[in-house]
Each structure stands twice: as structure tokens, then as C-alpha cells.
């Protein structure tokens, strides 16, 4: 079993930084890809990032040219550097991961129900 969580949530004003931070326990070797989601209020979920265990990494549209993931497979963590924050970028972003039987499918690691395991979330706030 694996167990994420996140850190690194907070309130931040527009053109800001933050960096997230997602940490896994368990066998790294039970992980494939690590993505990270995020859900606005009455909005569906959506990617953000993901960063396959062989490095590949898939962006979404929502903040694609403003943000960075990057895991350390030792430490079994993933982070995410966002930058140029914007108050639509408001949300509770999750971290996931899924077993490395789906990561080597580009549909399968971008589709958040895809995936096995899910940190409880943290709450990022972008004032204007």
C-alpha cells in the first residue's frame, strides 16, 4: 500500500510562487507515475502534472509553461514549483500515483481516475 502526502499549500497573491511538495511511503517500486491534480470549487478535476518513473513528464493545459514537476525516486517524493500564480489557479491540488503497470500509457497516466492511490490534498489560495 502507498500512502501520499502534501505539503506546501498555502495563500499566495497573484504573480507569486509555490512549490508543493508530495510524500510517498511505501515501496517506490509499487509506483509508477505521480501526478498532480488539482479541483476548484464546482470545477471538475483536473492535471496538472504528471512525471513518469523513467522521467517522462506530461502537462496539462491549466498551468502548462508555469509549472515544473520533478521527483526524486530515492526520497520517493514529487514536487511541483508553480510560478506566475494567477486567483483562477485557486484550488485543492492532490497528488496521486498509480502502479507501473499504467504509467506507460500516455491516456492512462494523464486520467486522474486512473489512478490507485491519493494524498488528501492541500489547499492553494491566489489572491488578486
Known amino acids: 500500500q502507498v500512502q501520499l502526502v502534501e505539503s506546501g499549500g498555502g495563500s499566495v497573491q497573484a504573480g507569486g510562487s509555490l512549490r508543493l511538495s508530495c510524500a510517498a511511503s511505501?515501496?517506490?517500486?509499487?509506483?509508477?507515475?505521480i501526478g498532480w491534480f488539482r479541483q476548484a470549487p464546482g470545477k471538475q478535476r483536473e492535471l496538472v502534472a504528471v512525471i513518469q518513473s523513467g522521467g517522462i513528464v506530461n502537462y496539462g493545459d491549466s498551468m502548462k509553461g508555469r509549472s515544473t514537476i520533478s521527483r526524486d525516486k530515492a526520497k520517493n517524493t514529487a514536487d511541483l514549483e508553480m510560478n506566475s500564480l494567477r486567483p483562477e489557479d485557486t484550488a485543492v491540488y492532490y497528488c496521486?500515483?498509480?502502479?507501473?503497470?499504467?504509467?506507460?500509457?500516455?491516456?492512462?497516466?494523464?486520467?486522474?481516475?486512473?489512478?490507485?492511490?491519493w494524498g488528501q490534498g492541500t489547499q492553494v489560495t491566489v489572491s488578486s
Open positions: 496521486a500515483a498509480q502502479v507501473p503497470q499504467k504509467s506507460g500509457s500516455l491516456r492512462l497516466r494523464t486520467d486522474g481516475s486512473r489512478y490507485d492511490f
Open positions: 511505501g515501496s517506490r517500486y509499487s509506483i509508477g507515475a
